[in-house]
Each structure stands twice: as C-alpha cells, then as structure tokens.
C-alpha cells in the first residue's frame, strides 16, 4: 500500500486535502528509508500543523449543533469565545471604513461559525460573501451548508497555503493564528502570504500562549517576528492590542486599486 492511502486510512486524517497530503507525504518520504518511519513522519507533520487544532469528532458534532455553540469544539475558536465581541468590536473599530462585504478567512478552522457575534457586534456590516480556506474537506461542506442557511454564497473551501497563496479578493482578510504554524513549516512563507493577499485590510493575530500553556514572553516574541517582517513601504498598522489570550494587529495596506478588488 502506498504511503498515502495509509496515511488516510486514519480516521482523523483522512478528510485532510489531498494536495497537502501528497505534499507532506512526499516530504517525509524524502527524509526516511523505513516505511514505518515515513508514516511516523507524515502523522507528526499533520497533527502539527491539523490535529492539534480540531479533534477527531469535531466536525460530525459540529454537523449536529450547526450554531455559534459549535465554537467550543476547536480549541482556537473555544479559546476566543469569552471575548469574542471585545475581538470582533476592536477589529471593525480599528478600520475607518465601514464599507465591508467580503471577508477572506485562511486557515479559517470554526470561525466562520462566529458570523452572528460579528452581525451582532457590527451590525452595520453588510457581508455579501465569506470566502474561508482550510485543509479538512469534510469542514468545508460544513461550513458551506451554514453558509447557505444565512443565505450567503458556498465560498468554503480547502487549500494548502505552504504551496498556494489564496487568489480571493476581500475588503478584510483573517489570518487568525495561522503564521506560526505557516512559519513552523517553512520558513518565510507566512510574510510571503501576507505580502501577497487581495485585501484591504488584514488582522493577524497571535496567540499569547503556547500550545502547552506556557505565556512567558511569547506575545513580545510574535509581535518582534512580525514588525521586523513587515514591509512597512506596503503596509501601515492601524490597530494593535491584546485581547484575551490574542495578540491582534490590524494592517491595511498603503496602496490598493479598487478596481483590482472589483475584478
């Protein structure tokens, strides 16, 4: 049996999209002689950078809930739930324009699930569409199903953003604590995405803590990797601050053609 479809004999990752396995497959593949060790290999890869985030269940229970409760079953998303309105309140207060439509959510996990406190903190917003990109391709009908129940278009779906930089245009892109795990597995290649997003405004954000619980210094350590990475002739900071266990920049970019986003 070839590696890959071992790999996806795993229930937890077996709805993993195909590109990015075949890339991290083949990636591990190139480090080790002995099957058993690829396999090894390839499983400590995506439980870095898929399963730590999203249990095996997550998904068919958050099919059965389908509402703002279905937050508490990513541990990101579980995390944010205490000052979810403060976050989402700061964030579209920090940008002047209050023209938003489109939103573009990478490595997006639950959040789109968090749509009603953003209809509820701003409701002034009038959001036309939501495009969110992930890897889990079962996660991905699921959001397009709530998508269609609040009647917005099926803009869900999987990318591998080691290897592809999201096409989308959008008045806001979300990058919520994507960068270090982007960063864990190459190197640059977070900023290389940033750099190059179709958006207006993009809100980083950082966790405060580590995986494992541990806060000491690790806000100052993102927010030094990412003011010493950002091209400051492209970019200007127009909110910074530290809500909960987040660390969130605002950034809007200094020169945009509309016509690009309307295109």
Do not use: W
């Not at 690829?38 to 999203?54: C, D, P, S, T, W």
């Not at 944010?80 to 309140?89: E, G, H, Q, S, T």
């Not at 700061?90 to 789109?112: T, W």
């Not at 541990?214 to 492209?234: F, I, Q, S, V």
């Amino acid at each position: 049996m070839d590696l890959i479809s071992e790999i996806k004999k795993s229930k937890k990752y077996s709805a993993v999209y195909q590109n990015l396995l075949e890339r991290v497959c083949a990636e591990e593949s190139a480090k080790y002689k002995k099957y058993k060790e690829k396999i090894k290999a390839v499983k400590n890869r995506l439980h870095e950078i898929y399963g730590a985030f999203i249990s095996e269940n997550s998904v068919k229970s958050a099919e059965a809930l389908l509402n703002e409760n279905v937050l508490r079953l990513n541990i990101s998303s579980n995390e944010r739930l205490p000052f979810i309105k403060d976050l989402y309140k700061f964030i579209f207060n920090a940008i002047p324009d209050k023209n938003i439509s489109s939103i573009l959510d990478i490595g997006c996990g639950f959040n789109p699930f968090a749509l009603p406190f953003i209809f509820e903190t701003v409701p002034e917003l009038n959001i036309k569409s939501y495009h969110a990109v992930d890897i889990d391709i079962n996660l991905a009908k699921l959001i397009n199903k709530y998508f269609t129940l609040l009647k917005l278009p099926e803009n869900a779906g999987c990318i591998d953003i080691i290897s592809e930089t999201p096409p989308q245009t959008a008045d806001v892109a979300f990058f919520f604590k994507v960068i270090p795990t982007i960063e864990n597995c190459k190197k640059g290649r977070g900023f290389e995405i940033l750099n190059n997003l179709n958006a207006k405004y993009i809100v980083v954000s950082f966790p405060t803590k580590t995986l494992c619980g541990k806060n000491k210094g690790t806000a100052d350590n993102y927010a030094a990797m990412l003011e010493g990475n950002l091209d400051y002739e492209k970019f200007e900071v127009v909110g910074k601050n530290i809500i909960g266990n987040e660390l969130v920049y605002i950034i809007k970019l200094s020169y945009y053609s509309i016509d690009k986003i309307n295109n």
